[in-house]
């Protein structure tokens, strides 16, 4: 049995059916991992889904950031390191990631919120009603707040679906990780043989349930073409069901698309 600290890490690789056509790590990826690894390390610290379920507690995804520094390629040996970081607003347990290859080099940086929720009620359980105490590692990975996102015009529909068997997860709705696909989904081929994402922040509005039916509407935020503000409208309920920003920049030299 491994024992609880503060900073957890874990070795993964690349597996070629998470890579795209250029053979890089998609970004949806990136977050399936995160959420696996911050899964084992919440079980080490007492509060995983094995001890939380019982009391009828789970951990869902508030908002996470990640800066993408580089798309590691399939068979690529890599780090993931994570940690709780704080609780802001009397409201979040923020945790955050580092994804590193075997040079100690960091291919990612994350920053993550996360709330508890009464999974009778789907009632949000703020931290001072709870027993969970998390160290906190006294470091950043990414040392920005994840405040909220406002599109200030409604954005031009790129894709319509419905949430079936495959995107959900063992709460009942959409995973937070096919959100990311849904939103890579809203951006035309063309751009990923052009650009690539810089960095992308998800805030997560309301949960999705089998059946529900999602437009996915997306505009530029700054007339440049190089920050979009992505949504997700749940027809069903006429809510917002997350919001999403995401950063474009040019494909270094050396790297290919194709």
């Known amino acids: 049995m491994q024992t609880a600290t503060p900073v957890y890490e874990s070795e993964i690789q690349v597996r070629l059916f998470e890579c795209d056509f250029s053979g890089r790590w998609k970004p ?36 996470i950031k990640i800066q993408f520094l580089r798309f590691p390629a399939s068979e690529e040996r890599l780090t993931v390191r994570t940690w709780p970081k704080t609780i802001q607003q009397k409201l979040f347990y923020v945790r955050d990631f580092e994804v590193l290859d075997v040079a100690g080099e960091p291919v990612a940086l994350a920053t993550s919120a996360w709330l508890v929720i009464n999974t009778a ?5 703020p931290p001072a009603a709870l027993d969970i105490k998390l160290p906190e590692a006294g470091r950043s990975a990414l040392d920005e707040r ?42 035309p081929m063309e751009q990923y043989r052009q650009r690539q994402i810089a960095w992308m922040q998800i805030n997560y509005d309301h949960e999705v349930l089998p059946g529900e039916e999602i437009s996915i509407r997306s505009c530029p935020a700054d007339g440049s073409e190089s920050l979009w503000m992505v949504e997700g409208f749940n027809l069903a309920r006429d809510t917002r069901s997350f919001a999403a920003a995401v950063a474009w920049q040019p494909i270094p030299s050396g790297e290919s698309a194709d």
């Open 121 to 125: 009620t789907r009632h949000l359980v």
């Open 28 to 63: 949806a990826a990136f977050f399936q991992n995160l959420t696996e690894i911050a899964g084992v390390h919440a079980a080490q610290l007492g509060f995983g889904f094995e001890q939380m379920t019982p009391r009828s507690l789970a951990w869902v995804h508030s908002r």
């Open 146 to 187: 994840l405040d909220k996102l406002v599109l200030d015009r409604p954005g031009e529909e790129r894709h319509r679906l419905r949430a079936g068997y495959s995107a959900v997860d063992v709460l009942g709705h959409v995973n937070n990780s096919r959100y990311v696909e849904w939103i890579c989904d809203a951006f």
